[in-house]
C-alpha cells in the first residue's frame, strides 16, 4: 500500500525519512529508524567532519539499510561536510538553512540522492531545477528552524508545482497525520518530534519527559527578528528570548544569548536555560516507545484509515 515514488527512490520499505535533528539525531537513532524500514537521518548541524565520520561509520555497524545526513548549510564546516557526503558514500542527503546548489554537481555525480528541506514553493521549484531528487515541504508546525507556511497550506502547493516527489513534514506524529499528508500531495513524511520519544534517541530524560507533558499549546516560537525563527517547548528560557526581542535587543545580541541552549536542553537536561526543540505535535506524544514500533504504527494507522475511507465512501485510493 506504500509503494511511492519515495520507497523507489531510496530503497526502502516505508516513505519516512526520520528529521535531521541538531544534536539529536546520531548514528544510533539514525540506524533504529533505518532498521525500521524508513531513512534515518545523522544530524550536521555545526560539528566538524570528523565527528560526522565517526558517526557515519558507527551507522554502518548498526544498520545495512539505507541512511543519511542531514547538513544545515549555514554551519561552519558546510563545505567540508559536502565532500564527506562523497568521501563516505552516503546515499542520502538533505539539507536545510540555505542553497545546496554548489554542492549538487559533486553529489549527484557520487550518486547521493539529494533532498532539500524547503519552506515555500519559490524555493521548490528552485531546488528542482538545480537536481533535487526529492523535497521535504516542511510547515511551521515543525520543531527546531520553521518557516511561516503551515503545512496544510504548504504541502499541496509543493506537490502542484513540482514533479519530483514530494515528502511532508511539521505536525506528524500518528497514522492520521500520515493519511493526510498522501491526502495533500505527498509522497512520503518526515517525523522529528515523535522520534524524541522513542527508545533510541540519546536525549536527556528530561527533554523526553518535557515531550511527554507537553500540551497542545506549550509551544513557542523564537527568533523571528534574526530571519530564524526556532520552535521549542514553552520554558523560562523561551520567555527570556521573547522579552529580549519585545525590548528591541539587536539579531547578533539575541544570537550570543542563544548560543549553547540546544546543548543545555540535549545533554545537561537543563529546564530553565535549554532550548528543548520541539513541533506543536508533541502534545499528542504519551510514550516512549522503540523506532521499529512507531513506525509500524504510523503506517498500520494509516493503512486502516484509508482503507476505512475507501469503504466508506466508495473511494479507492492508488
Same mark, same amino acid.
Given at each position: 500500500?506504500?509503494?511511492?515514488?519515495?520507497?523507489?527512490?531510496?530503497?526502502?520499505?516505508?516513505?519516512?525519512?526520520?528529521?535531521?535533528?541538531?544534536?539529536?539525531?546520531?548514528?544510533?537513532?539514525?540506524?533504529?529508524?533505518?532498521?525500521?524500514?524508513?531513512?534515518?537521518?545523522?544530524?550536521?548541524?555545526?560539528?566538524?567532519?570528523?565527528?560526522?565520520?565517526?558517526?557515519?561509520?558507527?551507522?554502518?555497524?548498526?544498520?545495512?539499510?539505507?541512511?543519511?545526513?542531514?547538513?544545515?548549510?549555514?554551519?561552519?564546516?558546510?563545505?567540508?561536510?559536502?565532500?564527506?557526503?562523497?568521501?563516505?558514500?552516503?546515499?542520502?542527503?538533505?539539507?536545510?538553512?540555505?542553497?545546496?546548489?554548489?554542492?549538487?554537481?559533486?553529489?549527484?555525480?557520487?550518486?547521493?540522492?539529494?533532498?532539500?528541506?524547503?519552506?515555500?514553493?519559490?524555493?521548490?521549484?528552485?531546488?528542482?531545477?538545480?537536481?533535487?531528487?526529492?523535497?521535504?515541504?516542511?510547515?511551521?508546525?515543525?520543531?527546531?528552524?520553521? %518557516?511561516?507556511?503551515?503545512?496544510?497550506?504548504?504541502?499541496?502547493?509543493?506537490?502542484?508545482?513540482?514533479?519530483?516527489?514530494?515528502?511532508?513534514?511539521?505536525?506528524?506524529?500518528?497514522?492520521? %497525520?500520515?493519511?493526510?499528508?498522501?491526502?495533500?500531495?505527498?509522497?512520503?513524511?518526515?517525523?522529528?518530534?515523535?522520534?524524541?520519544?522513542?527508545?533510541?534517541?540519546?536525549?536527556?530524560?528530561?527533554?523526553?519527559?518535557?515531550?511527554?507533558?507537553?500540551?497542545?499549546?506549550?509551544?513557542?516560537?523564537?527568533?523571528?527578528?534574526?530571519?530564524?525563527?526556532?520552535?521549542?517547548?514553552?520554558?523560562?528560557?523561551?520567555?527570556?528570548?521573547?522579552?529580549?526581542?519585545?525590548?528591541? %535587543?539587536?539579531?547578533?545580541?539575541?544570537?550570543?544569548?542563544?548560543? %549553547?541552549?540546544?546543548?543545555?536542553?540535549?545533554?545537561?537536561?537543563?529546564?530553565?536555560?535549554?532550548?528543548?526543540?520541539?513541533?506543536?505535535?508533541?502534545?499528542?506524544?504519551?510514550?516512549?516507545?522503540?523506532?521499529?514500533?512507531?513506525?509500524?504504527?504510523?503506517?498500520?494507522?494509516?493503512?486502516?484509515?484509508?482503507?476505512?475511507?475507501?469503504?466508506?465512501?466508495?473511494?479507492?485510493?492508488?
Amino acid at each position: 500500500m506504500f509503494k511511492t515514488r519515495v520507497t523507489d527512490l531510496l530503497g526502502v520499505e516505508f516513505p519516512i525519512l526520520q528529521g535531521g535533528m541538531a544534536w539529536v539525531a546520531d548514528a544510533g537513532l539514525a540506524a533504529a529508524v533505518s532498521n525500521a524500514g524508513g531513512v534515518g537521518l545523522i544530524a550536521g548541524g555545526s560539528a566538524p567532519a570528523e565527528y560526522v565520520r565517526e558517526q557515519i561509520r558507527r551507522c554502518r555497524t548498526l544498520t545495512d539499510k539505507p541512511f543519511g545526513v542531514n547538513i544545515m548549510l549555514m554551519s561552519p564546516h558546510a563545505a567540508d561536510l559536502a565532500q564527506l557526503m562523497i568521501d563516505e558514500k552516503v546515499p542520502v542527503v538533505t539539507t536545510g538553512a540555505g542553497s545546496p546548489g554548489k554542492y549538487m554537481e559533486g553529489w549527484k555525480a557520487a550518486g547521493i540522492k539529494i533532498i532539500p528541506v524547503i519552506p515555500s514553493v519559490a524555493l521548490a521549484r528552485r531546488m528542482e531545477r538545480m537536481g533535487a531528487d526529492a523535497l521535504v515541504a516542511e510547515g511551521c508546525e515543525a520543531g527546531g528552524h520553521i %518557516g511561516e507556511i503551515t503545512t496544510m497550506c504548504l504541502v499541496p502547493q509543493v506537490a502542484d508545482a513540482v514533479d519530483i516527489p514530494v515528502i511532508a513534514a511539521g505536525g506528524i506524529a500518528d497514522g492520521r %497525520g500520515v493519511a493526510a499528508a498522501l491526502m495533500l500531495g505527498a509522497e512520503g513524511v518526515q517525523v522529528g518530534t515523535r522520534f524524541l520519544a522513542s527508545c533510541e534517541c540519546n536525549i536527556h530524560d528530561n527533554y523526553k519527559q518535557l515531550v511527554l507533558a507537553a500540551k497542545d499549546t506549550d509551544s513557542a516560537v523564537t527568533g523571528r527578528m534574526t530571519g530564524h525563527p526556532v520552535r521549542s517547548v514553552r520554558n523560562k528560557f523561551t520567555r527570556k528570548l521573547a522579552d529580549f526581542e519585545k525590548n528591541g %535587543g539587536t539579531p547578533e545580541e539575541f544570537e550570543e544569548l542563544s548560543v %549553547g541552549s540546544l546543548r543545555k536542553a540535549v545533554v545537561d537536561g537543563d529546564k530553565e536555560n535549554g532550548s528543548f526543540m520541539a513541533g506543536q505535535i508533541a502534545g499528542m506524544v504519551q510514550e516512549i516507545k522503540p523506532c521499529k514500533q512507531i513506525v509500524q504504527e504510523l503506517f498500520g494507522d494509516a493503512g486502516e484509515l484509508i482503507k476505512h475511507l475507501e469503504q466508506k465512501r466508495g473511494v479507492t485510493i492508488g
